[in-house]
């Protein structure tokens, strides 16, 4: 069985893949997929401590993954709109070309 | 005897895998289950392609292929080594490695997916606490693979066909899972296994199925409609329309890949007829109390398994393909709402007692919802006489 | 370490690395689905059955596929030859290798490397429903109205605006 720490490790590496394409990347899908992962990694830090935990019994890791995953539905939804809307008006979804606030 | 004959494709594994040293024997059997569903099925998938062709050339009045074998039986056979012996092209535009992985990528969660079905009593190749939810997740891994298949063929007639496929594959999607919904809230589990256990017995001559309730009857045929769509068959066929964008995401696919996608095609909808089998047929329970004991289980599961294909086949030398919008139309205006009110029906039926008070609430829900939906879906319709504009 | 854990890390970090690396924005997603399966993989070693197969449903069913449109429709009018990296990249980096490292350091200096294994828990469906139905009832009801709300919201932002002054 694998210790608890090498599936941290795993999660922060894959938190930090995903800040890293989230800030450094132009493409505003990019951004969206680096905050995806992000959170990918946070759930399986979730899942790792429910696994480890004195009482698995209570699923607290289980029942706060399930609203995660349903929480990234509704943000990728939301998100990917607003990025088509956006292109719409900019005819780009180059994240340094939208610099102005106004419509 | 019948014991024996019921039970006999499990005591053959039994034997087989005794054989093995104790540690390896997990990973024998699970060999052996692999091995049986794919030979099972691809045997199966041959059969009914000449099942098809042949119940096609009937309804079209003419006679189907009838030259290889006797009456044409060994047809599959000369198709598939045609396919092998072909030439594999690739366009000289294609993202090759995307288009090299997508038959792959549809053809695999299929296979997935039969791993779940219960086949005949003690015959599940693996017995999962949440097995539907499987079911419904590996299908989600095949929209991928028809995605991959259009946009990496540089074709616009593939993506097209792909867009149209996603589309419709999601829309469909929704109403499929919430009709087997229905099942899961009174069987009160996600294993296959408990949900034909549920089935079993008999009220006087009827089987305790439940397709032979107003709610089980209701889902049963909009699972069915939907699992229609979910296989891109006739009359959901859009996504292939030969008339309009050719073969739609596998136009650029030729040889053994084409054959690995139209196979993917056949597998889902055994799959997906398995699905609705075990969710509401009965599983492998046979239809009448004497013939329970006498015919062993996997048998019944198969020939209702023919049962479907027959269906599909008769369904598609009938319908004409319908349009993309009066597709989505049909989706979320007619199935989607008849699928929720089915679950408050199925709500109902496991509150209310037993007895003639529960038929009726459920059967005045669900009729009252089925023509109020469909009148005022026809009702919005201008019909006027057809004017040929282009055949004069 | 375990070989299946080492295969599925490797897999999943692989994935992850090159959904946010790639010049071509479809094998971007494509490689973000590798990852969501070997994440959802990883679920499965961790005996969350239930959330491994619904990471599958939703990230692959869904997500992969909201994105794969958004690449779809996005795409077009921009030149093929374009920097990938945005201009203030350097800075982006360096903020994630501090995170990374910070992180890294909190974990190997914790008292969770002398953790000890328990044993196995097995969370039937059931059970997760029943916790659903009784202590987070209010969250359930919570997240149905934020999904409604957010589909609304998806739908009302993406359509076509109105031409002209309204």
């Known amino acids: 069985m694998t210790p608890l720490h090498q599936y941290l490790f795993l999660s922060a590496l894959l938190f930090g893949v995903g800040l890293a394409g989230a800030l450094t990347r132009r493409n505003a899908i990019i951004v969206l997929i680096g905050i995806e992962l992000m959170l990918n990694a946070a759930n399986l830090n979730f899942i790792a401590f429910w696994r480890f935990s004195r009482h698995p019994e209570l699923a607290t890791g289980l029942m706060f993954v399930l609203f995660s995953i349903g929480i990234a539905a509704a943000e990728a939804a939301v998100g990917l709109a607003l990025i088509i809307a956006i292109y719409r008006h900019y005819r780009t979804a180059n994240l340094d070309q939208f610099d102005s606030m106004k419509g | 005897m019948q014991e024996i004959l019921d039970q006999l494709f499990v005591l053959l594994k039994a034997w087989l895998v005794g054989f093995f040293p104790l540690p390896w024997q997990p990973l024998v059997s699970i060999l052996i289950s692999v091995a049986a569903l794919i030979l099972v099925f691809a045997l199966l998938f041959a059969v009914a392609t000449i099942l098809e062709r042949k119940g096609l050339g009937r309804i079209q009045n003419r006679y189907g292929p009838n030259r290889v074998g006797p009456c044409g039986f060994f047809q599959p056979i000369a198709d598939g080594l045609k396919m092998l012996i072909k030439e594999d092209i690739v366009p000289s535009g294609a993202d090759r490695v995307v288009h090299f992985l997508a038959p792959i990528a549809l053809v695999a969660p299929v296979l997935l997916a039969f791993s779940v079905l219960p086949y005949g009593r003690n015959m599940a190749p693996i017995d999962l606490d949440a097995g539907i939810v499987v079911f419904f997740a590996v299908g989600a891994g095949t929209e991928l693979a028809v995605f991959m298949a259009g946009w990496s063929s540089r074709n616009k007639y593939s993506l097209l066909g792909a867009m149209r496929a996603i589309a419709q594959m999601i829309s469909y999607e929704v109403p499929l899972i919430l009709s087997s919904v229905t099942v899961i809230m009174i069987v009160g589990s996600l294993r296959p296994i408990q949900i034909v256990e549920a089935q079993a017995g008999y009220q006087g001559w009827l089987p305790a199925w439940h397709v032979f309730t107003p709610w089980g009857l209701a889902g049963f045929l909009l699972f069915a409609i939907a699992a229609t769509a979910e296989s891109n068959r006739s009359p959901f066929d859009m996504p292939e329309g030969e008339s309009e964008i050719v073969a739609g995401y596998f136009v650029e696919y030729s040889g053994f890949k084409f054959a690995l996608f139209f196979m993917g095609e056949y597998f889902g909808m055994f799959a997906i007829s398995g699905l609705a089998i075990t969710l509401f047929l009965g599983g492998w329970h046979a239809p009448l109390p004497f013939l329970e004991k006498s015919i062993p289980s996997y048998v019944w599961f198969f020939v209702k398994l023919f049962g479907f294909i027959a269906m599909f086949i008769w369904l598609r030398g009938t319908l004409p393909r319908l349009r993309v919008d009066q597709l989505m139309n049909f989706a979320w205006k007619f199935v989607l709402p008849m699928t929720l009110l089915n679950i408050l029906a199925a709500g109902l039926w496991r509150f209310l007692p037993a007895g003639a008070t529960r038929w009726l609430v459920c059967l005045v829900i669900l009729l009252g919802a089925f023509l109020a939906l469909g009148r005022s879906m026809v009702a919005r319709r201008k019909w006027s006489p057809r004017k040929y504009r282009f055949a004069e | ?166």
């Open chain 3, 1 to 166: 370490m375990d070989p299946v854990f080492a295969f599925l890390a490797l897999l999943t970090t692989a994935g992850a690395v090159a959904a946010v690396s790639l010049r071509n924005l479809v094998h971007c997603a494509l490689c973000l689905v590798v990852a969501f399966a070997g994440l959802a993989a990883l679920y499965l070693q961790l005996n969350a059955q239930f959330i491994g197969f619904a990471q599958i449903l939703v990230y692959v069913g869904a997500v992969a596929i909201l994105i794969v449109f958004a690449i779809l429709l996005t795409r077009g009018s921009e030149p093929g030859n374009q920097p990938i990296l945005s201009s203030s990249w350097q800075a982006g980096l360096g903020v994630a290798v501090l995170v990374l490292g910070a992180l890294g350091v909190a974990v190997a200096s914790s008292f969770v490397r002398y953790y000890p294994v328990s044993p196995a828990p097995q969370p039937t469906v059931r059970e997760l429903g029943e916790q659903l139905m009784t202590n987070y009832v209010l969250p359930l009801e919570v997240i149905g109205l934020l999904l409604t709300a957010a589909m609304i919201g998806a739908v009302i932002i993406a359509m076509h605006e109105k031409q002209g002054p309204r």
